[in-house]
Every structure is written in structure tokens, then in C-alpha cells.
């Protein structure tokens, strides 16, 4: 069995946004040289997610609508967490879109349903965070 490990690095501008990472996992899994296994796609920070959904803006505003009414951001008093740190929101929102994807690799080529793709959701940005690829298989 072969394995490949690649990190991604993102470092976004706001607090919260979305990135389709498919065409950076569709290089690692290119790379590897895998034809047969499975990818890994995990936030290696628990205020970020790695999620499969639909590239459409519409569902994008839906889910930051969504996620801001099951957790909101502000008022920041709201959490026991807060104090030293104000990203209690962010904590619950990764839970929420969860933390890492598993998908099959078949002939080489990421074994997708035809309207999935891969995401990195962040929650608490502008500062550097990662994602880790793991590849497996043959
Ligand atoms: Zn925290």
C-alpha cells in the first residue's frame, strides 16, 4: 500500500468564508500516483471545517444564515469560553459542518457524487491554518 501527505495552507482575510479545495485534493491525489485507495481531507484546527456540498453561492449565504442562528457570533458574552479568547462560535459552528471528508479514489481520479465538492469552511480567520491530506492505497 502507498501513502502521500500534503498540508494545505489558508489565511483568510475575514473571519468567516468558504474555499472549494477539490481542484487542490484532485492535484494530491495526482501526485500520489494512488489509482485505487481513498483521501482524507481533514482542518487540522478546531475553529475550521472540511465539508462536501454544492458550489453555489445561494447555499453558501444559506449556510453562513444558518449557522449564524444555531451560534451567533456576537454578543461574545453569550459563552463561557469567551474572555481570553472570542471564537466560541467558531468552536461550535466546526462542530456543526464537521471536521474532515473521506473520499474514494477510483481510477485515479476522485469518486465524487456529481454535484459534491470539497470545501474548507473557515470560522475564525485571518490567521494561518491548515489541511491535511492523507492519501491511501495502491
Ligand atoms: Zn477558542
Redesign the pocket.
Known sequence: MKSYRKELWFQLSTRRGLINITPQVEEAVRASGIAEGMVLVNAMH??ASVFINDDESGLHHDFEAWLERLAPEKPYSQYR?NGA?D??D??LKRTIMGREVVVAITGGRLDLGPWEQIFYGEF?GKRRKRVLIKVIGE
Do not use: Y
Request: avoid cysteine; charged fraction near 20%; hydrophobic fraction near 35%.
Open positions: 478546531i475553529t469560553h479568547e471564537n466560541a467558531a468552536h475564525d
